[in-house]
């Protein structure tokens, strides 16, 4: 079983950053593929960004890329989203998942993939 608490949304003006943390327990972060999802209200939930497990590479969405850098840091078993020149369009609430799997690179952008979620951070973006 893992849990996964997330933290550090808030209100940003566009043009701004936050760095959103995701807080795991119950296993090492190391050994978990883990992503970035996010969410508005009448849109499926869209990936954002994630990391493999074991070597930890990133990757990351079209949207986001070279804005959004996802990290983790092994001694606080916790996974990081810094999130650098937002657009309004980056509003949603942001959810941190994992899964217990080992997950096929293909299905890694998949929200289906993942069956550990946290609770979700809200980013809003002013224009």
């Known amino acids: 079983q893992v849990q996964l608490v997330e933290s550090g949304g808030r209100l940003v003006q566009a043009g701004g950053s936050l760095r959103l943390s995701c807080a795991a327990s119950g296993r090492a972060v190391s050994t978990l593929a883990m992503a970035w999802f996010r969410e508005v209200p009448g849109k499926e939930r869209e990936f954002v960004a994630g990391?493999?497990?074991?070597?930890?590479?990133?990757y990351a969405a079209n949207s986001v890329k070279g804005r959004f850098t996802v990290s983790r840091d092994n001694d606080k078993n916790t996974v990081y989203l810094q999130m650098n020149n937002l657009k309004p369009e980056d509003t949603g609430l942001y959810y941190c998942?994992?899964?217990?799997?080992?997950?096929?690179?293909?299905?890694?952008?998949?929200?289906?993939?993942?069956?550990?979620w946290g609770q979700g951070t809200r980013v809003t973006v002013s224009s």
């Open positions: 990391l493999k497990r074991g070597m930890g590479t990133t």
């Open positions: 998942a994992t899964t217990a799997g080992s997950p096929i690179v293909s299905s890694l952008s998949s929200a289906s993939t993942f069956e550990y």
